[in-house]
């Protein structure tokens, strides 16, 4: 489950509970839609709502900065809870993609 939000040229994306190998190729598919039909070229993908993350999740993620690049856009992650930051920061994905505090401060630095 998630909530997408689209303002101006940005999609904002907040998946909750589990991003897992059953609900990761769901919110891959919806968010390729969603930026499809809004034409955003920035995707922030808010993780304050999520309890778990797996590597389906992670794969998801990266494949989605990949696609944005593909499409000359930004992508940023926000908001991500304490106990899913550890996998994320030993994954290295902050090194790939940005992280901010919060959706305003991507919004205002993107």
Do not use: C, N, W
Not at 7 to 17: Q, S
Not at 69 to 92: F, H, K, T
């Amino acid at each position: 489950m998630y909530d997408v939000q689209h303002i101006e040229d940005t999609l904002i994306v907040r998946p909750e509970g589990e991003f897992d190998v059953h609900t990761a190729p769901v919110f891959r598919q919806d968010v390729e839609h969603s930026l499809e039909a809004t034409r955003a070229r920035k995707l922030i993908v808010s993780l304050k709502s999520v309890s778990f993350i797996d590597s389906s999740g992670l794969g998801v993620l990266l494949g989605r900065h990949r696609r944005m690049v593909e499409l000359g856009g930004r992508m940023a992650i926000v908001s991500v809870p304490a106990r899913i930051r550890p996998m994320l920061e030993l994954s290295g994905l902050f090194k790939v993609i940005p992280l901010f505090d919060s959706e305003k401060k991507a919004l205002e630095r993107m």
